[in-house]
């Protein structure tokens, strides 16, 4: 089974700042999908933005944006100009291409944004 | 309305009950999905259903079974209840085609096994 790899159980950021998690995973896969999700206190997991790994072009959404770096199985999350909802646990994900495959989760990153 | 919702939201229970959370999903979707979260372990799969006559095992289904009664339902079951089944619990559901594949998630259900 693939493993998804979160090395920063805990981080915080100054509001208005810039943060970056960081995720790995491990796969002899070539094509595949990541994810990153946000879960609030709300607990409602939300899909911030997704990446396939065919693809060179980072993923942006807004505020968002990923550096992804495929030869080293890594899968970085950059939030940029912090704002006190952006507090949540963050959750990276992977997905193979294959029709049947599962989705693997990283243990989770819970990011503080300090006012 | 919320595309993917969950009964309860929150149950307490004993050890040795049998419980069922259930999960109903308007989205249309073939696959649903139930996982368990606890604190420093992400989200852990128990059971994946891809149509209403196929059902899999996840990493964890010792203890749990399942039920898929219609493409919009899917039952997860805990047959007796021990407390390190304390956890919340998500039912997820998503496309099936690589191209668009995205899990989206219920609101979560939080038991608490005494």
């Known amino acids: 089974a693939q493993t998804v790899t979160q090395s920063q159980p805990e981080m915080s950021v100054q509001e208005a700042e810039t943060v970056t998690l960081s995720c790995t995973y491990d796969t002899s896969e070539s094509d595949y999908y990541l994810f990153w999700y946000k879960q609030p206190p709300s607990r409602q997991m939300i899909l911030v933005i997704r990446?396939?790994?065919?693809?060179?072009q980072n993923a942006t959404e807004n505020r968002f944006s990923v550096n992804f770096q495929k030869a080293a199985k890594s899968f970085s999350l950059k939030i940029s100009d912090s704002q006190l909802g952006d507090a949540a646990m963050y959750f990276c994900a992977y997905r193979g291409r294959g029709a049947g495959n599962q989705f693997y989760f990283g243990t989770g990153t819970s990011l503080t944004v300090i006012p | 309305d919320a595309d993917v919702t969950q009964t309860p939201r929150n149950r307490i229970t004993k050890t040795g009950k049998r419980i069922m959370l259930e999960c109903s999903q308007t989205?249309?979707?073939?696959?649903m999905y139930w996982y368990r979260q606890d604190p420093g372990l992400g989200l852990r799969l128990i059971y994946y259903?891809?149509?209403?006559?196929?059902?899999n095992k996840g990493e964890i289904s010792d203890g749990y079974s399942v039920s898929r009664q219609a493409q919009a339902k899917f039952s997860l079951s805990l047959e007796s209840a021990i407390p390190n089944q304390t956890a919340l619990y998500f039912c997820a559901t998503s496309e099936g085609s690589p191209s668009t594949d995205t899990q989206y998630f219920g609101p979560g259900t939080r038991l608490t096994v005494l």
């Open positions: 259903s891809f149509d209403v006559k196929d059902i």
């Open positions: 989205k249309g979707h073939d696959r």
């Open positions: 990446q396939e790994a065919y693809k060179q």
